[in-house]
Nanobody, 116 residues
Framework: QVKLVQSGGGLVQPGGSLRLSCTAS????????MYWYRQAPGKQRDLVAE???????NYTDSVKGRFTISRDNARNTVYLQMNNLQPEDTAIYYC??????????WGQGTQVTVSS
């Protein structure tokens, strides 16, 4: 059974930082790419950052230079370090691996709210 458990998130003031974690089980973590998405109220779920199984990373333009995705294969965990957070970063954040045995699996979601 594939399971993705997210932690981190919360309320932060503009300019603040948060780190999200996503720990996977039921997959061979070192073989999969990992992704962070976010979904703001009333909007579609958008890709924020990705990290390949070899460690290559990509980011959507709006978070470049502020967010960092990383992974720890020994802990089956992917991280999203978010710095200089802005109100427009407010969303529910989701992690997921690349397709595993023809299925897409999602974490439970983590609320990030940036507000003064």
């Amino acid at each position: 059974q594939v399971k993705l458990v997210q932690s981190g998130g919360g309320l932060v003031q503009p300019g603040g930082s948060l780190r999200l974690s996503c720990t996977a089980s039921g997959i061979v973590f070192r073989l999969v790419n990992m992704y962070w998405y976010r979904q703001a109220p009333g909007k579609q779920r958008d890709l924020v950052a990705e990290i390949s199984n070899t460690g290559s990373t990509n980011y959507t333009d709006s978070v470049k230079g502020r967010f960092t995705i990383s992974r720890d294969n020994a802990r089956n965990t992917v991280y999203l370090q978010m710095n200089n957070l802005q109100p427009e970063d407010t969303a529910i954040y989701y992690c997921r691996p690349s397709r595993w045995r023809d299925n897409i699996y999602w974490g439970q979601g983590t609320q990030v709210t940036v507000s003064s």
